[in-house]
């Protein structure tokens, strides 16, 4: 079964408003990062936070992590239309060997 | 550079044909996985590879086989196409780095099986 679920699986938006989409998984893990995909594409790293992190910011991108809640949160601040996308969370298989994604948040922002 | 290639972009199968989904990564990373992507389910672990000659069976293993003779190639093969298996199906390339593994992606092959 997949590790990670998502929250919630679509969110819309204007323009200039922040995002914010949820992780919860089921296992102990070393880390967890999230990835973006754009419509009919494959996925691209955004940003990893590890275990013994709180929070990490990258750009616009803030994540938390709560590993007591066995939880994530991916915040986008400042949304732009080019920002509409899936948004996954992964964690790693078994000591690194493949990732387990969730499910996605559907994230759209409109002009 | 090219990263990860997928090919065929697209295919239609017939019931009860077989294909060879390929996937060639020019990074020199050690682990590749094959995933399918179905609306409403995310992405699905289907089998992965650690190295030439060692694979692995992920979430949805069956109606696959995988093998890896090389550190650059990682075929996907469907034995007998069932309309179950219409899905887009996405190679990645995995690196590890202090412990973490980053991935990186082909473009999908968008598979339809009729």
């Known amino acids: 079964s997949q590790q990670g679920e998502e929250d919630p699986q679509a969110l819309s938006i204007q323009e200039g408003e922040n995002a914010t989409m949820n992780c919860s998984y089921k296992?102990?893990?070393?880390?967890l990062q999230w990835y973006r995909q754009n419509s009919g594409r494959g996925l691209v790293h955004l940003i990893l936070?590890?275990?013994?992190?709180r929070e990490k910011h990258s750009g616009r991108l803030r994540v938390t992590l709560d590993t007591s809640k066995k939880s994530s949160s991916l915040l986008i601040t400042a949304s732009r239309a080019a920002d509409t996308a899936s948004y996954f969370c992964?964690?790693?298989?078994?000591?690194?060997?493949?990732?387990?994604f969730g499910k996605g948040t559907t994230l759209s922002v409109s002009s | 550079n090219a990263g990860v290639t997928q090919t065929p972009k697209f295919q239609v199968l017939k019931t009860g044909q077989s294909m060879t989904l390929q996937c060639a990564q020019d990074?020199?990373?050690?682990?590749m996985s094959w995933y399918r992507q179905d609306p409403g389910m995310g992405l699905r672990l289907i089998h992965y590879?650690?190295?030439?000659?060692?694979?692995d069976q992920g979430e949805v293993p069956n109606g696959y086989n995988v093998s890896r003779s090389t550190t650059e190639d990682f075929p996907l093969r469907l034995l007998s196409a069932a309309p179950s298996q219409t899905s887009v199906y996405f190679c990645?390339?995995?690196?590890?780095?202090?412990?973490?593994?980053?991935?990186?992606f082909g473009q999908g092959t968008r598979l339809t099986v009729v």
């Open positions: 990645a390339s995995s690196t590890a780095n202090q412990g973490s593994i980053f991935a990186f």
């Open positions: 296992t102990s893990i070393n880390n």
């Open positions: 936070i590890r275990s013994n992190e």
């Open positions: 992964a964690t790693a298989r078994q000591a690194g060997t493949a990732l387990i």
């Open positions: 990074m020199n990373h050690e682990y």
């Open positions: 590879s650690v190295g030439a000659g060692i694979t």
